[in-house]
C-alpha cells in the first residue's frame, strides 16, 4: 500500500471518529474540546508502556480507551449539565494543563516527542493494515452505537435538551446524567484514537495535539452537519483529501481555509449540509423506490 494512501485513509478516519467524539455531546449543547487533551493523555501513556514497559500493543490500546473514559467521567460529575461556554472553557484549559505537563516530563520525551515505537506485527506492511483495520473497525462499531443512541429515547432526551434545557427538565429528563453520558463516551473514544493516532506515525509529539485540531475537527463535523452523524463521513474524506491536489504554497495554508470555510457555513448554512431534514428525505425516497420494485415484482407473479 502506497504511504500517500495510508496516511489519507488513517486520518480519515480519525478525523470522522474524532468529529463524532464532538457529535455527541454537542447534542446536548456542549462542545466537549477535553477530547483533545484525552487524546493526548492516553496516546502518550500508550506509547510509554508499548516502548518501555514492552505491554502488548492492544493492551495498550484497551488501556488508552479505559484512561480517556475515566478522565471523562471524572470530569463530567463536575461539568455534565454545565453550559456551553464552561464545558468550552474547561476544555481548552485542559488541553493547556496537558500540554505543559507533556513538556516538562522528560521520560516521554518532553519537546523533543517520543519516537521509535515498534512496528505492529513486526513489519512496516502488516503495521499498515493493522492500524486501518482497527480504525474502520471502530468507525463501524461507533457508527452503528451513535446510530443507535440517536433513534433510541436516549437520543430523542438529547434531542429535547437542545432545543430547550428547561422544557426536557421539566419533562423529567435528568440533563446531568445525560450530559455525564455522552461526556464519558465522546473521551473514551477520543482515548483510544489518540492512541491509534500517534502509532499511525509511530511517534508522538505536542505538534501532533494543538489547538489546530480543535478547528479540523469542527470543520468537519459544521460543515458536514450537526445534526446527523453522516455529515463526517462525507465530510472528512473530501476536506483532508481535496488540499492534497493544491499545489505546496496552498496546503500549508490548509487550517486557515478551514477557518474561512467554518465561518461561511456557520453563516450562510449553519446546519451544515448534510442536516435531518435531508437524511429524512432520501430515507423516504429509498423506501418509495423499494416499496415499487416489490409491487412490481408481485405483479409479475
Known amino acids: 500500500m502506497p504511504l500517500s494512501l495510508y496516511y489519507f485513509l488513517s486520518i480519515t478516519a480519525v478525523n ?33 508502556l508499548v516502548l518501555h514497559a514492552h505491554v502488548p500493543f492492544i493492551w495498550a490500546l484497551l488501556i488508552g480507551f479505559a484512561v480517556g473514559g475515566i478522565i471523562g467521567f471524572i470530569v463530567s460529575l463536575f461539568i455534565g449539565d454545565a453550559p456551553t461556554f464552561s464545558v468550552v472553557i474547561v476544555g481548552f484549559t485542559s488541553i493547556y494543563i496537558t500540554r505543559t505537563i507533556v513538556e516538562n516530563l522528560p521520560i516521554i520525551g518532553g519537546t523533543m516527542g517520543m519516537f521509535g515505537l ?43 435538551v437542545f432545543v430547550d434545557k428547561e422544557l426536557a427538565s421539566s419533562l423529567g429528563i435528568d440533563i446531568k446524567k445525560l450530559g455525564m453520558l455522552v461526556q464519558t463516551f465522546s473521551c473514551t473514544l477520543a482515548g483510544g484514537v489518540g492512541v491509534l493516532y500517534g502509532f499511525i506515525y509511530r511517534s508522538f509529539h505536542l505538534d501532533f495535539f494543538g489547538f489546530a485540531l480543535i478547528g479540523i475537527f469542527m470543520t468537519v463535523l459544521f460543515v458536514g452537519g450537526y445534526s446527523t452523524q453522516w455529515g463526517p463521513l462525507i465530510t ?27 465561518i461561511l457555513v456557520l453563516e450562510l ?33
Open 269 to 301: 448554512k449553519p446546519e451544515g449540509f448534510i442536516t435531518r431534514k435531508f437524511v429524512h428525505s432520501l430515507g423516504l425516497s429509498f423506501s418509495r423506490k423499494r416499496a415499487k420494485e416489490i409491487y412490481s415484482k408481485e405483479e409479475e407473479q
Open 16 to 48: 470522522i471518529l474524532m468529529s463524532w467524539a464532538l457529535y455527541v455531546p454537542y447534542r446536548v449543547t456542549q462542545l466537549h474540546f477535553i477530547t483533545i487533551a484525552n487524546m493526548m493523555i492516553s496516546g502518550y501513556l500508550a506509547g510509554y
Open 236 to 262: 472528512a474524506p473530501i476536506l483532508y483529501g481535496l488540499p492534497l491536489f493544491f499545489p505546496t504554497e496552498v496546503q500549508s495554508w490548509r487550517i486557515v481555509i478551514y477557518g474561512l470555510l467554518l
Open 118 to 160: 515498534p512496528n505492529i506485527g513486526g513489519n512496516p506492511g502488516t503495521h499498515r493494515w493493522i492500524i486501518l483495520c482497527i480504525l474502520y473497525g471502530l468507525v463501524i462499531l461507533c457508527g452503528f452505537l451513535i446510530y443507535r443512541f440517536d433513534h433510541s429515547s436516549i437520543g430523542r432526551a438529547a434531542s429535547a
